[in-house]
């Protein structure tokens, strides 16, 4: 591959907040549950901030009004999306449309991992820029977890999806061209779906 074909790596990448789901399993209204005494989906917002992150775009839908309210005084660009209930992927898509062009990845944060710091981000963005693979996701203990990097020349199949499967095929089949980065905390990877969780997690 020429140099001028190379897929370029070393761009800036953007930060992709999904907080548009219904929370079914929680019975609703969990991205603004409070952990550690800030709303859930902000705790992700304010690491993605802290960041090497270029852009911080947040997708929201389901409660919409009141999680754009949560985000008010910060620097993000909130899409909503008015097809959320059509399933994950339909965030994805309304989030990328929003993803500056000259970007070389985008970062796909869940709303519901409020654990996130911006020093695994960061480490993720670093790994990024050196390996030549298009996707690079942490990984505790073999089994590799959220968040996402992918490369922009993945923006068209992920766009391309359908239903609620968010990522999750694109990803099936491009497992062999990842780059995983181990992780020596695994409590920056937990997400909440389930009241109990919530319940085990909210002040640790």
Request: proline letters at 8%.
């Amino acid at each position: 591959m020429s140099a001028a074909a190379e897929p370029r790596r070393r761009g800036p990448v953007a930060a992709l907040v999904l907080a548009a789901g219904r929370a079914t399993r929680m019975g609703g209204g969990k991205l603004l549950l409070p952990v550690r005494g800030r709303p859930m989906v902000r705790r992700v917002v304010d690491a993605a901030l802290a960041s090497k992150v270029s852009q911080t775009v947040v997708v929201v839908g389901s409660e919409a009004a009141l999680v754009t309210a949560a985000l008010a005084d910060t620097p993000v660009t909130v899409v909503e999306n008015p097809d959320h209930a059509a399933g994950m992927s339909t965030s994805l898509r309304a989030g990328l449309a929003a993803v500056d062009p000259a970007a070389a990845g985008a970062l796909v944060l869940l709303g519901d991992q409020p654990f996130v710091t911006s020093a695994l981000i960061d480490a993720l963005i670093d790994r990024f820029s050196v390996c030549r693979e298009p996707v690079v996701r942490p990984v505790w203990r073999g089994t590799p977890a959220n968040p996402v990097l992918v490369a922009a020349e993945l923006f068209p199949e992920l766009e391309a999806e359908r239903g609620d499967v968010g990522g999750r095929r694109v990803l099936a089949r491009r497992a062999g061209e990842v780059c995983l980065l181990p992780v020596d905390d695994p409590h920056e990877l937990v997400d909440i779906d389930l009241p109990c969780e919530y319940e085990k997690e909210k002040d640790a």
